[in-house]
């Protein structure tokens, strides 16, 4: 936190214009906590529409917002972009601008945080933020060595730990948002069709990237059943207390066939629940990210279907290791909240 005679924090956003970094510029600039801080939010085209909405939807009077140029392949500009600043909120993707062809192309994520972790060691950022994800080859103890998207950024996770004085860690389940795209949920005959690759009766945690991550990385008070009142959260609570923890956020588990029951509940349309093959699971993910993502995206699913149902965080977790509401005092959204929040209609 900062006294009103110190200088106001900056803190550097990277993926600011997408689901995750959205939230969290959002939250950031509206939480008291933090003392008025400055944001700059790291974009590789200030001038693209997502960048210019950013700023629209999101500028406070004070002028508290910037976007800046950077990339995280280009190590300059992640300097240029971290210099001076006290935190970072730091994202990796498995999707770039070029398709995966081999496997061997998803090390790009772990050229990225490479950077991204170097780039905050030279900078001096006392406090770092990273969307993580757990090891899956240790928690399937071997069976799935291939979900990359996950381990690397474990592996990013450890470097970060290594490397750097404070990381705090969140810990991100299965994203609403993922509805919008075909291989999640589809309109057929007019009904709509929920249909990852999972049995019906089988749990799993989701939740709102953008409302969610904002709240648990630094949450906006306002009257919500997801945050109770002056709960601040990591970067407000700061090093001390949130140095090297693990935070999942995720809601609470939910059978995957109760999409339809709740969506036809809040909606009024008619909906199913029909899991797709593992077949057309796979070319969906030829489709959008290349080749080499396809058994990534399946053995993640093939996992996700048998993980053993007392755990949490994709089998990863004991309930009791998750301390994100005694320290945090906020929990992710249900499917109802984030409907209701969104506005979605299907399809
Ligand atoms: N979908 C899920 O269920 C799920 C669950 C857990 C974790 N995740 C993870 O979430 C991550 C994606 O996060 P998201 O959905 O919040 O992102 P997103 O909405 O896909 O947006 C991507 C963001 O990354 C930025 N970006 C892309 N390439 C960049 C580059 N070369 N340099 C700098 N910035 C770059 C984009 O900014 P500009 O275009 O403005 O540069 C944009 O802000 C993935 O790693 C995925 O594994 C997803």
Redesign the pocket.
Known sequence: MTSSNQHPRTIVV?????????GVVDSLLHETNLGSCLIRA????VN?A??RQLLHDFQTPDNRLSLVT?????SQSLHDAFRGAYGVFA???????KRIEKEEDMKH?LQ?GWNIISAAKSCHIQHFVL?S?PNMKEVTAGRFKKIF??DN?FIIEQWAKRDLPAVTCLI????F??LSRPEYCRRENGVVRFCPPIPGSKSVQWLD?VHD?GVFAASRLHPDLNAVSFAPSVFALGILQTKNKNYVVAGPKMRMEDFATIFERVTGQSAIYSPTTMDEWASAASRAVGPGFKEDFCQMMEWVSIAPDDKICYGALDPADDHSWNDLHVRASTFEEWLERTGWTGP
């Open positions: 990277l993926g600011s214009t997408g689901s995750q970094g959205r790291v974009t590789r085209n693209s997502a960048a950077g990339d995280v392949y280009n994202v990796t993707s498995e999707r770039t601008s994520e990225a969307s994800l998207h996950m950024k991100p389940g299965f994203f948002t993922n990237p991550m």
